[in-house]
């Protein structure tokens, strides 16, 4: 084959309509994720864009939405336990997982119910 994938470039997780400031609250308010400026063509569509190092997750409005409760992007955390006592202070529930060997990993819901991992390798 003359072509290979490199990289994820985003993952885009979907939201209701006008939820906006709300994915802004979670993301970048307690995720500390960078939200980043939308091409101007696709700023009616609505939603946001959140970016930390060289990836970005995309919450675009979907009309009839239906939250993703098994399909889900995973993100690797250095310090999960500090990002746990974040979520509790910041009142964010999240369930713990152990049924990865090697991994320190939990799940998170966004505001809209979509599911979120995030894991740190255990060395």
């Given at each position: 084959m003359t072509f290979k994938f490199k990289a994820i470039d985003h993952v885009q997780l979907a939201?209701?309509?006008?939820?906006?400031?709300?994915?802004?609250?979670f993301f970048s308010g307690i995720l500390g994720f960078e939200e980043i400026e939308k091409p101007a063509e696709l700023k009616k569509r609505g939603g946001a864009w959140f970016q930390f190092g060289s990836v970005q997750i995309h919450v675009g409005v979907e009309e009839g939405f239906v939250p993703a409760k098994k399909a889900h992007p995973a993100f690797e955390v250095e310090n999960i336990e500090e990002l746990k006592k974040h979520l509790s202070v910041s009142g964010v529930e999240y369930l713990e997982d152990d049924k990865?060997?090697?991994?320190n990993r939990m799940y998170v819901s966004d505001p809209f119910g979509n599911r979120i991992e995030l894991l740190e390798r255990v060395r």
């Open positions: 939201a209701p309509k006008g939820s906006e400031d709300e994915a802004r609250k990865l060997p090697g991994t």
